[in-house]
């Protein structure tokens, strides 16, 4: 009983009515379906979505994938992917209907077109049968030597009725050149309106709540600025390691896998100017700003690190070197700070600081806005010694939330002045499970919504910075490891801030 | 533990206590004051809808039982904690106040100083308002929306007439009409040919049938005639002699429909018009 937006206009029983959100009928086919991607994060969102009735009515989902399986075999092993990794309870109705539009077609690049005749088949009998009026989600879940494979096959097989579009999971290209290439690639096939690059970051709601923090609350965007900004700090720490995937992170190393994306994507979107409106292209043209006014960092303003022996939780962990499928002389940086600015009106000369890493002491994305201190505090000095910047702090994860730290009173005698905070979490205030990012971004791409998705543009810009850094990166060859698994970085970083006479912000 | 408390001050004084009493662990986070007026015989319906609302609306509640005897005010102040991740527990404030003789008739100087600053707050009204009287004209004064179950209302339409002079004071949630919030989208689809209704049949309570049909002669803007066969909840409805199909999915459960409610902030016209109608 879907009721469409455009009915509400000669039907004057819709108003008000909160009309069902589904999408519209569609079929999805994913490419790497025997992958870790599809098994811990696709099913589990698309059983979510069905769980919360939000998928098309009329739906279905082709698997494809090398292994050799039958229909059932499929089923099974997302049925079991659904009960291990789901955030809600395994209901077997939800389950049934989602299984029940579930096929699998086995195949590589080797099969030639035979692969993508027999999809073609498949998604024309969902068209028959289910009614997905040839509407098509392709999602690219495959490492990126397939994509062009891929590409090349749904292009020349999509539909002559209805819409296609082009989910592509990064990397969008290892470098400046790789990605013109794979920009260039698909759009021999598919409109760059038709291709959705996801960066799941951007799925988070707190991500997305960095927006809403900024331009719903008339007090930050006065004060949003190099007049009372001193400078940002973003931290994407992560403790865990590479987990068993040294072939890709030996090629990526931490500023393709969290800086050229994740990391530029938070910078764009604390420092974009406030958008017309949340219309894709609107926000998308307000970030892209940002990374072109990016100044790119001199040598001594990026340091780069490599994990070795250390602790974490008190057990010792190996060293990037010793880590399987790792070359014991491995030079590949495993964690990245840098000084940052942005050449515009609102933020010239205002630092933004930035570290990602592997290994590090503890797990945190953060956004610390570090307020410039009271022009002429009326406290004698030792009186304002427990006293630190204003900071307004953003919780990415986790513990997703904001705190705002200011000065008050020690109570007693005198004045004495202690830092204190306040504290907004976001479980706390809306007592709902945040749903994950691939929940969010599946339906955006079926609704056509490409608000939360990489344009074409960003990540050229991305792209020409990242390449700027690892250009210079090349002339030396640092002392790897420089610092301990466990700890937050090789002592470089700190200094980074050091010489500007300031410090990562405490933990 | 609740203590009994006989003035505002010794209640805000037993609050303050708690909050001091806080481990850090614990959170204390409101996004609205929830008011509950509870005559005597809504007492055990009104605790059954309260119970885990509070933990999904994290909330200042404050339950005001009147009494027809006696003087001055009885209060208890109860913390709850609900766990959340990360080893964190949620605390959320229950006031219970027990009103007597004028505090019955002024409740407003009651609840004022107890309102957590800032945020909405919503006036749950059991049984029917009396539209007109100090007591409910002092509350809505100070509330951001009322809910209201006409469900519990003797004589309608009748009452309706009395509510909807209060409309451009308040914003009006009836959970009689969220109940009916399934059939109404099922109804729409059967446009265009519901356009040309002329009689609605509604099995189901008095309220949602009043409500339906003030619903279409509303939106349709024109009369429709009702007929009403009694029942404890919505089973059916029938245009001009033919059943309309049934709606999928499960009836809400009351706190569910009152949670609901409390996510709303702003008046809804559609709503108002079907009052009016319904008349």
């Known amino acids: 009983m879907a009721l469409a937006e455009d009915q509400r206009i000669e039907n004057p029983l819709l108003e008000g009515l909160q009309l069902s959100r589904r999408p519209e009928p569609c079929a999805m086919v994913i490419f790497g379906a025997s992958g870790d991607l599809t098994k811990r994060k696709l099913f589990p969102a698309l059983y979510s979505l069905a769980y919360r009735q939000l998928l098309p009515e009329k739906f279905g989902i082709v698997g494809v994938a090398r292994t050799e399986e039958s229909d059932d075999e499929f089923r099974e092993r997302m049925k079991a992917a659904v009960q291990e990794f789901g955030r809600d309870d395994f209901r077997d109705d939800v389950w049934e ?55 090349k096959g749904i292009g020349k097989h999509r539909s002559k009725q209805g819409w296609t579009r082009l989910i592509v999971e990064k990397p969008f290209g290892h470098d400046l050149q790789s990605a013109q290439e794979l920009n260039t690639l698909l759009h021999k096939h598919f409109d760059e309106n038709e291709i959705f690059r996801i960066d799941h970051y951007l799925g988070k709601e707190t991500v997305q709540n960095m927006l809403a923090l900024r331009f719903a609350n008339g007090i930050f965007e006065p004060i949003w600025n190099r007049q009372f900004v001193d400078h940002i700090q973003i931290t994407v720490a992560e403790t ?65 690190g490599q994990y070795g022996l250390g602790y974490i939780e008190g057990q010792e962990v190996p060293g990037y070197r010793e880590e399987q499928g790792v070359d014991p002389s491995s030079m590949t940086e495993t964690f990245i700070a840098a000084k940052l600015f942005i050449d515009n009106w609102r933020w010239a000369d205002t630092p933004i600081y930035i570290r990602a890493g592997k290994r590090l002491a503890r ?30 702090l953003i919780h990415i994860q986790p513990d997703e939330g904001v705190s705002l730290a200011i000065g008050a009173k020690v109570p007693g005698q005198g004045l004495q002045i202690r830092t204190v905070h306040m504290d907004f979490l976001y479980g706390g205030a809306f007592r709902t499970d945040l749903p994950e990012a691939y929940e969010r971004l599946l339906i955006d791409c079926m609704r056509g919504d490409a608000s ?46 050091r010489r500007d006479g300031r410090s990562w912000r405490r933990h | 533990m609740a203590t009994a408390l006989d003035t505002v001050s010794a209640i ?24 509950a007026w509870v005559p005597e015989e809504w007492v055990e319906a009104a605790e059954d809808v309260l119970a885990g609302l509070a933990e999904r609306h994290p909330s200042r509640t404050i339950v005001l039982f009147p009494q027809s005897a006696g003087a001055g005010l009885e209060g208890k102040v109860e913390s709850e904690s609900f766990p959340m991740s990360e080893g964190l527990t949620i605390c959320t404030d229950t006031i219970r106040i027990r009103l007597h003789g004028t505090s019955a008739e002024h409740p407003a100087s009651v609840v004022e100083p107890l309102l957590v600053p800032d945020l909405p707050v919503f006036l749950r009204w059991r049984g029917v308002p009396p539209f007109g009287e100090s007591a409910f004209d002092e509350l809505i004064g100070v509330a951001d ?33 969220a109940r009916t919030s399934r059939w109404r989208p099922m109804l729409a689809s059967l446009w265009p040919a ?34 009403h066969e009694p029942s404890n909840k919505l089973v059916g409805v029938e245009l001009d002699g033919e059943p309309a199909p049934f709606p999928p999915g499960d009836p809400p459960i009351p706190a569910d429909l009152l949670s609901d409610e409390l996510d709303k902030l702003s008046r809804d016209p559609v709503y108002e018009a079907a009052v009016i109608a319904a008349v």
């Open chain 2, 194 to 227: 519901i356009a040309k209704v002329e009689r609605i049949k509604v099995t189901g309570t008095e309220a949602q049938a009043q409500l339906l049909a003030g619903w279409l002669r509303s939106r349709l803007d024109r009369s429709i005639g009702l007929e």
């Open chain 1, 363 to 392: 797990r945190e994305t953060t956004i610390a806005i570090q307020f410039k201190g009271a022009p002429h505090p009326p406290f004698e000095e030792a009186a304002a010694e427990g006293l630190r910047p204003n900071v307004l």
């Open chain 1, 452 to 497: 939360l998705f990489t344009r074409e543009d960003e990540v050229i810009e991305q792209w020409q910075l990242v390449d700027a850094i690892v250009a210079f990166w090349r002339r030396d060859r640092p002392s790897f490891p420089n610092y301990a698994a466990g700890t937050w970085g090789p002592p470089s970083s700190d200094e980074l801030l």
């Open chain 2, 12 to 35: 805000e004084r037993k609050l303050a206590a708690l909050r001091l009493a806080d481990e850090g662990s614990r959170l204390r986070t409101n996004v609205m004051t929830h008011i």
């Open chain 1, 97 to 151: 209907w989602l299984a029940d539009g579930m096929h699998y077609v086995a195949g590589t690049a080797e099969d030639g077109d035979d692969v993508f005749v027999h999809i073609d088949e498949t998604l024309t009998d969902f068209d028959r049968d289910r009614g997905t009026s040839g509407n098509r989600v392709h999602y690219l879940a495959v490492p990126p030597p397939a994509f062009e494979t891929i590409v």
């Open chain 1, 240 to 304: 865990i390691g590479i987990e068993g995937r040294a072939d890709y992170y030996e090629h990526a190393g931490a500023i393709r896998d969290i800086f050229q994306n994740h990391l530029l994507q938070l910078i764009a979107l604390t420092a974009m100017e406030p958008p017309i409106d949340f219309a894709a292209d609107s926000v998308r043209n307000e970030k892209v700003k940002v990374l072109k006014s990016m100044h790119t960092p001199g040598p001594k303003h990026v340091v780069r």
């Open chain 2, 145 to 177: 929306r009322l809910i209201v179950d006409s469900t519990e209302w003797p004589g309608l339409p009748k009452p309706y007439a009395r509510m909807a002079e209060i409309f451009d004071r308040l914003a009006v949630s009836d959970i009689a009409w």
